[in-house]
């Protein structure tokens, strides 16, 4: 039986995971699960997968966590020292999948103790790309991507030597307003953001995908993950959402993966690696699909996919720069104190600001040093909010 742990558990893709395990509950033992609020629903995942441990991220939500689970010989617990603890504990596998950067620090402790840890939280990789791949190194722990890109781009590397690779393409739908006029995109509302055109997901994701912040996200998790230049990683728009990344190679052949638009693909490949096993996920039938479309992003419509280019060049902890500033951005879209474009507008005035103290950044990249810009990138662009830049 291998140990699996899953972090986010009471999200959309933690809850893709509980289901692949659900099916084989003779395969897995399941160590912890953690939530947020959710306590109802974590609860009952970890009853049912009879979990050693469930945490919730709230200490003011412990009685209900333990009231929800009295008699089951579930242990409850919460906090951030718990979610650690928790990722401290023995296991095989363990699923990132808490959203934005709060995922890094258990992240970081599962790959301490050479836990292979699938990574859907791609906000740690773009905060401390650096920091978790030599920290699995040394500890001789394995990353594995569940971002549908870049298990699509994993899988197209399989036999592969790297230094072959000429270009990683990923691909976008384009979001909820792709083919709305410019300028109506400062009017767009939350509830028309929260919409994806495709993939059914966590509502900060799908709003980040609306603004393309998730593909600058993810085209700075290509380059820390696959260790290419910024200028071999192109976004493509795709609005069809089935090809999910394509990998060109030297000799000028393109490796395309396909699949349907269900995280259950990433995920299974991610719990399954490196064999392949059936996965419950719809087959293509591309004779009925008829056309793929494909276009090249507009910057104009997305400028948030020209700061990622901007931040990878900077480097240092600018990643992390940019993911708190996004992160603050959305949560003051979320809350209607901005526009739906000054979300942009705000993370960019943080990253000009950085950029001109750059000791910030160029700080080693610790822990405690991505923390601590990061929570300087978020005051920033709360006050960045207030002022209404852009
Ligand atoms: P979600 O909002 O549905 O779930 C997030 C989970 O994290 C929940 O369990 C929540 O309780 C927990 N959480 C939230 N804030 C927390 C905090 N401060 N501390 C501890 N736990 C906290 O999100 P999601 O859509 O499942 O996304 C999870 C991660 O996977 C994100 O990094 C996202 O970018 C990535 N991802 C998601 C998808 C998708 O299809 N949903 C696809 C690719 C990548
Ligand atoms: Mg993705």
């Known amino acids: 039986m291998r140990k699996v742990s899953i972090f986010g558990a009471t999200g959309s893709i933690g809850q893709n995971t509980i289901d692949l395990i659900r099916r084989a509950p003779e395969a897995y033992k399941v160590v912890a699960l953690t939530g947020g609020a959710n306590i109802a629903r974590l609860a009952e995942d970890a009853i049912a997968l009879r979990a050693e441990i469930a945490v ?26 718990a979610l650690i603890e928790a990722a401290a504990r023995p296991a095989d596998w363990i699923m990132s999948a808490i959203v934005g950067a709060a995922g890094l620090a258990p992240g970081m402790e599962a790959l301490k103790h050479g836990t292979t840890l699938a990574l859907a939280n791609k906000e740690s990789l773009v905060c401390a790309g650096k920091l978790l791949l030599e920290t699995a190194e040394i500890h001789g722990a394995r990353l594995l991507p569940v971002d549908s890109e870049h298990s699509a781009v994993f899988q197209g590397l399989v036999g592969e030597d790297i230094s ?28 028309q953001a929260s919409s994806h055109p495709n993939w ?106 020209r700061l990622a280019y901007e931040v990878m ?51 080693a990249m610790t822990l405690d040093n991505v923390t601590r810009v990061d929570h300087l990138a978020r005051k920033q662009a709360a006050q960045a909010a207030e002022e209404r830049v852009g």
């Open 56 to 81: 919730t991220a709230y200490e003011d939500r412990l009685p209900d966590l333990r009231a929800a689970l009295e008699g089951s010989g579930v242990e409850a617990a919460a906090g951030q020292a």
């Open 313 to 363: 060049e900077r480097g240092g902890m600018m990643g992390a720069v940019f993911n708190a500033a996004k992160e603050q951005a959305l949560d003051d879209f979320i809350a209607g104190r901005i526009r739906f474009t000054e979300m942009a507008a705000v993370v960019e005035r943080v990253l000009e600001r950085f950029a001109a103290e750059s000791s910030l950044i160029d700080d």
């Open 164 to 191: 072959a690779v000429e270009r990683i393409i990923i691909t976008a739908s384009g979001g909820a307003f792709r083919d709305w006029p410019i300028e109506d995109l400062a009017n767009a509302t939350l509830a």
């Open 200 to 305: 059914d997901m966590g509502q900060r994701i799908t709003i980040d995908s609306a603004s393309m912040f998730n593909k600058a996200l993810e085209v700075i998790e290509t380059r820390e993950y696959f260790g290419v230049r910024p200028d071999q990683i192109e976004v493509l728009v795709h609005p069809e959402s089935l090809v999910h990344a394509l990998v060109g190679f030297n000799d000028g052949a393109i490796m395309a993966h396909l699949g349907a638009a269900d995280m259950r693909h990433a995920i299974g490949y991610a719990l399954h690696w490196p064999e392949r096993q059936h996965l419950p996920v719809e087959r293509l039938d591309l004779a009925r699909i008829g056309q793929l479309n494909f276009r090249a992003p507009d910057l104009a419509r997305y400028p948030a996919l």
